[in-house]
């Protein structure tokens, strides 16, 4: 393994470990979501933008602001397709808590490791995304958000791109 996958995996499970250890258990909530969209690829070997990314996942947050998730997800197009799977940090700038009417957007970012697999063997590498939960009902929502896998490679990067929005609920 190399050793930037090795930090990256370090660094989201200490954030992890860190957000599951100092929060209270009644501070803590557990949002689950299910998210699909457009999505693409660019990299060395070319680009194209004719994929579809699905996943769902989930997140435990402190307070309603930082935490950690994981994610299961396909990346498809007529070729064929990735499955992805994902542990990361989140940030959510805004308490994603039931509030007020003036507090329904949780915009947020998150960042963490993935791995890509499919049939022919796997590959590391890490995410980045952010977007918003925009709170509907107490406990459903809409969430919108762009993610960017990045694989590293020798060759030079590859990028999984993907605009997604679906469903957040707690």
């Known amino acids: 393994m190399q050793s930037w996958a090795r930090v990256a995996i370090v660094s989201t499970l200490a954030a992890l470990v860190g957000v ?77 808590r039931q509030t007020p009417i003036r507090s329904r957007i949780s915009p947020s970012v998150s960042g963490g490791y993935t791995r890509l697999f499919s049939g022919d063997g796997g590959f590391n590498a890490w995410n980045a995304g952010a977007g918003a939960d925009i709170w509907l009902k107490p406990r459903v929502g809409f969430r919108a958000e762009f993610r960017d896998h990045v694989r590293p490679d020798s060759r030079g990067g590859v990028h999984y791109l993907a605009i997604r929005a679906g469903v957040v609920f707690r």
């Not at 307070?63 to 994610?71: D, H, L, Q, S």
């Open 20 to 96: 599951i250890a100092t929060a209270r258990p009644v501070a803590a909530q557990a949002l689950g979501y299910g998210i699909a969209g457009p999505a693409g690829y660019s990299g060395f070997f070319g680009n194209s933008f004719q994929s579809v990314h699905a996943a769902g996942g989930g997140e435990v947050l402190a307070g309603g602001r930082v935490g950690g998730g994981g994610e299961f997800g396909l990346l498809a197009n007529t070729g064929g397709g990735l499955f992805i799977t994902s542990a990361n940090a989140v940030f959510h700038f805004v308490p994603s």
